[in-house]
């Protein structure tokens, strides 16, 4: 039931691109991502909204394929303070309320 | 605007014994969560509050851990009688809508060491 990532560990120059994944086998409301860095708690980073909507940090993209239950970040042109753990978050309608999972986490390496 | 306050942020205790956490929220955030997150794992939602109802513990171990949320606000968490497992840091986050979609603002977290 919890949402797997991939990959699960990526190590990048600075500069350069990476895409995560997320993927679910519920069907899901939304999808959020965080980054956690170590021995720090997550902070937000985007939202996706079955339907479209998205609301987030200007300078993060992401995408969700409603049909695939999948959701993919993208990091581009990395900078050394993207790296961290990335976590998805979804959302899924069930028991009377939404439901809450985090993924299995993307460890990022971003190297001079 | 203040962010999740947490305390204590570490905290050490022997097996069987107990130990609470507090969690106060952003102010006006409706729903508020507790997470356990045990080293290199994503965080594990124990339960999930809409002002002081609680919508969702179906991940609680309930004959050791309790959590309730005063006047909607303020919320506890509770271990007893602690077990090695148990080790783990434990985060409050809480968000300001009751349906889906709004984002979770995290507080620092406490860090359980049961030994």
């Known amino acids: 039931q919890q949402p797997v990532q991939s990959p699960q560990a990526v190590i990048l120059r600075e500069g350069e691109d990476a895409v995560i994944n997320c993927s679910s086998s519920?069907?899901?409301?939304?999808v959020h991502w965080y980054r956690q860095k170590h021995g720090e708690a997550p902070v937000f980073l985007m939202i996706?909204?079955?339907g479209g909507e998205q609301k987030g940090h200007e300078k993060i993209s992401a995408s969700f394929n409603e049909k695939k239950q999948q959701s993919s970040l993208y990091l581009t042109a990395s900078q050394l303070s993207y790296s961290g753990t990335y976590f998805c978050g979804t959302e899924r309608w069930g028991s009377g309320t939404y439901k809450y999972i985090f993924g299995t986490g993307t460890r990022l390496k971003v190297l001079a | 605007e203040a962010g999740v306050a947490q305390s204590p942020r570490y905290k050490i205790i022997e097996k069987r014994q107990s130990v609470a956490f507090w969690c106060n929220p952003i102010s006006g955030h409706a729903t508020l969560y507790w997470y356990q997150q045990i080293l290199g794992q994503g965080p594990k939602l124990l339960i999930q509050?809409?002002?002081?109802?609680?919508?969702?513990d179906s991940q609680l171990p309930k004959d050791r851990f309790s959590a309730e949320r005063l006047k909607g606000v303020d919320s506890t968490l509770k271990i007893q009688p602690a077990k090695l497992e148990d080790s783990a840091v434990y985060l409050c986050?809480?968000?300001?809508?009751?349906?889906?979609?709004?984002?979770?603002?995290f507080g620092p977290g406490t860090r359980l060491t049961v030994t």
């Open positions: 519920k069907a899901l409301y939304s």
């Open positions: 986050a809480s968000s300001p809508g009751v349906t889906g979609g709004y984002e979770q603002y």
């Open positions: 996706l909204l079955k």
């Open positions: 509050f809409q002002n002081n109802g609680v919508v969702d």
